[in-house]
Structure formats: structure tokens, C-alpha cells
């Protein structure tokens, strides 16, 4: 069995793992580059590998840095099965035709307003293509095995995100895992992750390698952001993601308001894609904490704004409230306007609830960036902008190490180590190097490996 690294290695985004094993072709993740230019410009170029030989596509979950290259590759000629789980299905039909419909409206804007140095702007995919690549999905459930040529594959629980899952493949005496997004074992809104089998090769996910989550009540440290900017009238910014930290956000939000920790104000789910999600997480109630009243409550304590008029309407709001919008690192989405316009407000809060990746808005909003370049203007940001830290979803270096001590692995087994940052994933292979019998290294871009 070879592996070839495409995707994820010594970045967080871009996760495409190539498996051969005799005459068998299997991608493992298909995701898009984000983050800075010199990756995005990745999405561009010609796939690495030869997709018209591909036996299929197995995606760990929905999110767009592991499933949003999938409508570029349909775009070029794929027409094989793409595999994983029911609800990464449902949730990829709402992720991928929004991630064609922003592409499309981006460039737009950039050619009605000449900003880029193209003529003519075109979108990575738009929105059809999306569309009409959904028919390409073949739902996979919890421990079902799928026969792919000569490779056995299942999906296990992943935690992390609705449908996330880790991947086990199983060929010729060897067995190979590969982690996706790990979620954390307390999470507000999903399970732990299962524990592994037994494997020759893990691909381990690395992007909180360097730190751990604060131990801290994390509904408090929401509850101290919103009151505070009550009391400077002000309005409560939150680039979220369109799934899992959205869900996440609103029960807090509103769980809060119930019990008077927080004033009754408004609160915006600006985000097509978000509120759909919503109703996804309502329909799978028993893969999460949330109960299908719980789930009720949370989207009837939120207003959510689908039309665009509707988006815009906001900026006439003269009191406090709070607006969640997509994207999570501000690379894009709805947020974007609401952040051009409310950035040079002292009285603003700008406020990030998720791993901000290098080269993005957000990371440098994050790093203290007295201005951030959004639709090729750079707006002065005189906001206050907070990271609510403990919201993640990804297990932390001491979370991971846990998890891989409770499963089956023994001491020698293989790991290396993707889905992080330089720093983050030399400091998890350190770590996990000093207090575990594993040997670990760190991926390389097209790197091959052969078992």
C-alpha cells in the first residue's frame, strides 16, 4: 500500500490523501486550500494525480478544507462514487453549492468594482457544478464496511463536527487510519471520539499540537463578551462557521438568555448555509448532546436572515445585538460586509470562536492588525476583537495523546502527522516523542509513503 500527501501537511487546509494498493485508487478527503495566497493558488493548478483512475472518493466530514475541492474535480471530469457518513452527505449538500454561490457573487463583485488584477474574475466553481456534483454521494454509516477494489474501508465516530468520522482501511495484512478532524472528549455539543482499533499507520491531525484549550467555564466567558458590549452599546460580531459552531453558538446564546445571565437582545443568524445546518443537527439528534427540544429552542430564540435585504436591514439596528455570520476565519461570506462596516467602531466586538488559520482575516485581525483588507479597501479596525478559545472543536495536544493512549495502538505504531501548522505539528510530534512509545514524524507535501 503507497500513500501520497496532497493535502495537509504543514498547513491545516487542503486535506487530500492518495491510497494505492494494487490496482486500487482511493482519495481520502478532497478539500480545498485556504488560508494564505500562495495556497489558495493550489486550487488552481492541476490535480497531482490522475482522478480519472480513481476508485472513489472517502471524505472524514463535511467541512470545506476536507470536501470543497470535490465540485472543482467533478468540473474536470470525475464521475466516480464519493463515500461518508448520511449527515456529512446532507451537510455537504448545503456547503458546496453556498461555497460556488460565494465564489460566484466574489467575483462578480471584483469585476463590477476592478479590484484583483483579472479582467474578468471567475469563480473556482459556482453553484450548479456544486449541485450536480452531490450526485456523486454514497452514504456510509458508523462501522459499515465498504468494499473499494482491493481496500476494505469503514468510517468510526470522530466527534468534532455532525458526521465526522476517522477512517480505517484495511488491505493485504495492513491496516491504515486516518483521523480527520478529532473532536474534543467535553465538547458542548458533540460525543467524544471513539477510540481506534489496532493499525500499522496512523495520519494523526496536529492543528492544536501546540497548545491546550483553557480551563475555563466557556458559557461564563461568553456571557462576560455579550454584557459587556451591552453596556458600551455596542454590537457583538461572531465569524462562525456555517456548521457545528454556529449550532453551538446559538444554544449558548440562547441557554444563557433563559437563565438571565445575559439581557434578552437580538440575535441574527446571518448564514443561509448555517440556518440549513441548523436543521440538520434537529434531524440527527442522537449524534449529539443536544435534545430535539433543545434544538427547538435554540432556533426559535434566534432571527435568521436568509435574503440578502434582509442581511443588509441589519445595518439600521441603532441598539445592541449580536450577528453571527460565516465564514469562521473570515476568508469570506456575509461576514465580511458586517466587518467593513462595523471594524472602525470602538464600540464594536469582533469576537472569534474557532482555530483562525495562518494568513486569513481573522488570524490577522487576531494578531493585533491596526487595518484588514477586505473587497480591496483596507478598513481600520479601532473594534475590540476576543477569541472565545475553549469553543473549538479540535482536540488539544493533551486531548489527542489521551485518545490515542485509549485506543488499540501499540508501542512502534507508525504516526504522521498532517492538518497542522508548522509549530503546531513539530511541538505534537515532540510531545508525543517524550510521553508515548509511538513513532511519530511530521507529513511532507507529496511526500510517498509505502507500507
Known sequence: MNLLFLGATQTVTGSKFLVEHGRTRLLVDCGLFQGYKWLRERNWQAPAFDFHNLDGILLTHAHLDHSGYIPRLYQLGYRGPVYCHPATMDLCSILLPDAGHIQEEDARFYARHHLGK??????LYDGETAERSLELFQPVAFGE??????????????????????????????RVGFSGDVGRPDDVLMYPPAP???????LLESTYGDRRHPDVDIQEELNRVVNDVVGRGGVLV??????????TLQHMLVRAMEAGDIPRLPIFLDSPMAIDASHIYSRYSDLHRLTKDECRRMSQGVTYTREIAASKALENIQYPHIIIAGSGMASGGRVLHHLKRLLPNHRTTVLFAGYQAG???????????????IHGEYIPCRANVEMLEGLSAHADYLDLTRWLQSSQLQPGTAI????????????????LQDHTRFHVEVAQYRQILRL
Open 118 to 123: 483579472h479582467a474578468h474574475p471567475q469563480p
Open 145 to 174: 464496511p465498504v468494499r473499494i477494489g482491493e481496500l476494505t474501508a469503514r468510517l468510526q465516530s470522530a466527534g468534532h463536527i455532525l458526521g465526522a468520522g476517522s477512517v480505517i482501511l484495511e488491505a493485504g495484512g495492513r
Open 196 to 202: 481506534l482499533p489496532g493499525l500499522d499507520l496512523l
Open 238 to 247: 461572531i465569524p462562525s462557521f456555517a456548521v457545528g459552531r454556529a449550532q
Open 359 to 373: 494568513g486569513t482575516r481573522g488570524a490577522r485581525l487576531m494578531a493585533g492588525g491596526s487595518t484588514v483588507k
Open 416 to 431: 504522521q502527522l498532517v492538518h497542522g501548522e508548522p509549530d503546531a505539528a513539530d511541538c505534537l510530534r515532540l510531545y
